[in-house]
């Protein structure tokens, strides 16, 4: 437990060294600045503490690039591997490369019992990175991205739970000792998305519309995913729309200097309404289906599960802050109902 909080307190003054050192640079362009951001979604939100409660995730989306060769970040030798991804080679696009690193945590829903409940879902976690490659113009964005982590114990679910809840000062969950069983995983993930209604403005009000569809396969998670956000307000920045915590979906680095965290337009301020609507046909979900190669608790999945959301972001100078109530149906066949949590994010171009 002191290693993990030693752990934690390093991220901390990484994450302020991270955000607070640009506020000293000067006027930066797409291909010359980073774009970081720090996610946060907890159902504490919603006064529960079941299903999908926990997540957090730190990421980098690397300045516009030409090609992936001209990243100075990755080594030489994986560079002729990544020339034979798609859009890889395709003229007049720019590229971002993202780095992440991330943790999800699920529970059932009565966590004050010790004993294995069998017609709730499973204790789990996951520990993971991930890297990603945009190819992508105003209009488009495609990404294939690669996560690979851990499940079970060594996720270290259960030490950050009992973190949050001795800093929130409540009881703490009683039944990790029946959690999935620790095991490698990874995914890989596809996802496009679309501006299909090109950002209008009316004397600094705007909307557009964005979306997306996609698809992941491998041991932790496979789906076939499609959705749309529609955004309204004063400044809507052009980058590609607010995301949850979930594969594929980096999407706040600006595409041009339109974007207010880039020009002067409305003073580096921006306040726009979101609302989203996303859907998956899930064939295999690792926290519900349980351990792939030995047995574990799992319970019968519901292979349709949709997200309704619906938030606010605001922009001032370089920052970038988003909350958003997320509504998801049922995700296994005994689930009483719906699941309600929130979802923050903090993001700086640097």
Avoid at 159 to 178: E, T, V, Y
Wanted: hydrophobic share 40%; proline share 4%.
């Amino acid at each position: 437990m002191r290693a993990f909080q030693s752990v934690l307190k390093s991220l901390f003054i990484l994450i302020l060294f991270t955000y607070l050192t640009p506020l000293f640079a000067g006027e930066l362009l797409p291909d010359e600045s980073w774009t970081a951001t720090l996610r946060f979604e907890n159902d504490l939100f919603a006064d529960t503490d079941r299903n999908y409660t926990n997540g957090i995730k730190l990421s980098w989306i690397s300045p516009d690039l030409d090609h992936f060769r001209d990243s100075d970040k990755l080594p030489e030798w994986s560079k002729k591997w990544i020339r034979k991804l798609p859009f890889s080679r395709e003229e007049g696009l720019q590229r971002n490369i993202t780095f992440s690193v991330g943790q999800l945590m699920f529970t059932p829903t009565d966590i004050s019992r010790y004993d294995l409940i069998i017609d709730d879902r499973p204790y789990a976690g996951w520990l993971y990175s991930a890297l990603g490659f945009h190819n992508k113009s105003y209009r488009h964005l495609d990404t294939i991205e690669l996560q690979f982590g851990i499940i079970g114990p060594w996720s270290q679910a259960e030490a950050s739970q009992d973190l949050i809840h001795d800093i929130r000062d409540i009881p703490k969950a009683n039944g990790w000792d029946n959690q999935l069983k620790n095991e490698p995983g990874f995914a890989f993930i596809y996802e496009n998305k679309s501006r299909v209604i090109p950002l209008k403005t009316f004397d600094g009000w705007g909307f557009d519309a964005i979306t997306h569809y996609g698809a992941s396969v491998g041991t932790v998670y496979t789906y076939i995913n499609s959705g749309v956000e529609m955004r309204f307000g004063w400044n809507v920045p052009t980058d590609f729309g607010t995301s949850l915590i979930r594969p594929g979906g980096e999407t706040n680095a600006p595409t041009d200097t339109a974007d207010p965290r880039y020009t002067e337009v409305g003073h580096g301020f921006s306040l726009h309404a979101f609302a989203a609507a996303s859907g998956r046909l899930v064939l295999r979900d690792i926290f519900l289906d349980g351990n792939t190669f030995r047995d574990s608790h799992s319970v019968d999945k519901e292979y349709l599960v949709g997200d309704f959301v619906l938030g606010l972001s605001l922009i001032v100078d370089r920052f970038k802050l988003s909350y958003a109530n997320v509504l998801r149906t049922e995700e296994f066949k005994l689930q009483k109902s719906g699941h309600n949590f929130g979802s923050i994010s903090l993001s700086i171009t640097y």
